[in-house]
């Protein structure tokens, strides 16, 4: 048996429809290209519709399911577009990976409203927008999956109040939690040599994650194997959290 057949077996997400957004590149298109590898039809969501094209035609090369779109997740108009837009070419939603996500490094003594408000508006506004565009088709089906890529206070709680209202109409909503993760928001850092050594050793398992680790996560989350996993936070980050205890004395270290 091939491994794309026993992935297809286990999660049983055969011809599921899963919606990516930022699936342009990184964490997201890593997400993406693993929905379409375990047989679902995917919608690759980006701001940037070229990148999201070329993700998509790489799903197809590769004998996937994948169309493009383009969409802003801060416009309520375009995610609501592009939703009846995956419903006529795709099926209804089963599966939304609120993944898109932008960031404006700063103290928050300087940082400016305007760059405060738009991270915001894409971060955690954009998810509720998507969530209220796709969650519809998955209430009515009786079952679907909403998955938060990011680790962001105002995230969580909105991913626990969706898993308590839709979780009754069999909608299931949780997220994950990335750890150092390698992605072209931080190469740049890790063209650094030392400081990707000085990485690897603050984390247990001693390696930086790749977008892959958390891309098995969410097909994870979105399979009928996690049927009972709802309003969870699921840390991928190779124990980093747990690095503390690193720094307590334990007979033999």
Not at 110 to 123: D, F, K, M, P, Q
Not at 152 to 161: I, N, Y
Request: glycine share 10%; proline share 4%.
């Amino acid at each position: 048996m091939s491994t794309q057949h026993a992935t297809h077996d286990w999660l049983n997400l055969s011809q599921r429809v899963a919606v990516v957004t930022g699936a342009g590149s990184g964490i997201g298109a890593a997400i993406a290209t693993g929905f379409a590898k375990a047989g679902a039809k995917v919608a690759v969501v980006d701001r940037d519709g070229e990148a999201a094209a070329n993700i998509a035609a790489q799903i197809a090369a590769a004998g996937g399911t994948a169309i493009a779109f383009t969409c802003d997740v801060t416009r309520q108009d375009e995610v609501r577009a592009v939703a009846g837009e995956v419903t006529a070419r795709l099926g209804a939603c089963d599966i939304l990976v609120n993944n898109a996500g932008i960031l404006r490094p700063g103290p928050l003594d300087t940082i400016s409203i305007e760059g405060w408000n738009a991270v915001l508006a894409v971060n955690l506004t954009g998810y509720l927008i998507a969530a209220q565009a796709f969650g519809p088709d998955m209430a009515r089906a009786g079952r679907g999956s909403v998955a938060y890529s990011a680790s962001k206070a105002g995230v969580l709680q909105l991913s626990k109040q969706l898993a308590v209202e839709w979780g009754p109409r069999g909608v299931r909503s949780n997220a994950i939690l990335p750890g150092l993760i390698r992605t072209p928001l931080s190469a740049a850092f890790y063209e650094n040599k030392e400081f990707e050594e000085k990485r690897k050793a603050l984390v247990p398992t001693r390696r930086i994650g790749e977008p892959d680790d958390i891309a098995q996560a969410a097909l994870f989350l979105a399979s009928d194997r996690a049927s009972y996993v709802n309003g969870a936070e699921i840390l991928v980050d190779g124990g980093l959290n747990t690095v503390l205890m690193e720094m307590v004395p334990r007979p033999g270290y």
